[in-house]
């Protein structure tokens, strides 16, 4: 599972970062960093859910990885407003602005639904857990 997600998540990402940034490496040169630590971070807490899996563990690292990554797309994205100074001519700057506070929102809704949805199976795992250690009622004669 992890070495899937590795896949899915770092080399692919990476490979057409790479590619990409050969055209324009003033445009792509910080995101290397970037995907090496989105991988990282969902590698990570795919491992450590798969480990901890049966416990409640389980659910604090499904919560922590929502946690995580809303704050991530924060940073990244630089809270929603992206700036790029790019010199195509020597001495002639274009200055592009990006705003993608929507798209951020649209990030965040959807890892504020895995964080409720990972706290609500807490809850499950919790009251199942519960309801196993309760004697059972025994049928009157």
Known sequence: MGLLYFVLFYAVPMLLVSQVSRFAPELFSDYGQIVTLFAAVVI???VAGEITSGTIFQ????IGRALILIIFF????DGGIVKLNVDVIEN??????????VYLMM?????????????????NFLSERTEKQLPQPQPAD
Request: charged residues 10%; without cysteine.
């Open 107 to 123: 990030l965040i809704v959807i890892d504020l639904i895995g964080l409720a949805k990972s706290v609500l199976q807490a809850l």
């Open 44 to 46: 990570f807490f795919v």
């Open 74 to 77: 924060v940073v990244a994205l």
């Open 59 to 62: 659910h604090a690292f499904s």
């Open 92 to 101: 002639m700057p274009i200055n592009i602005t990006a705003d993608l506070r």
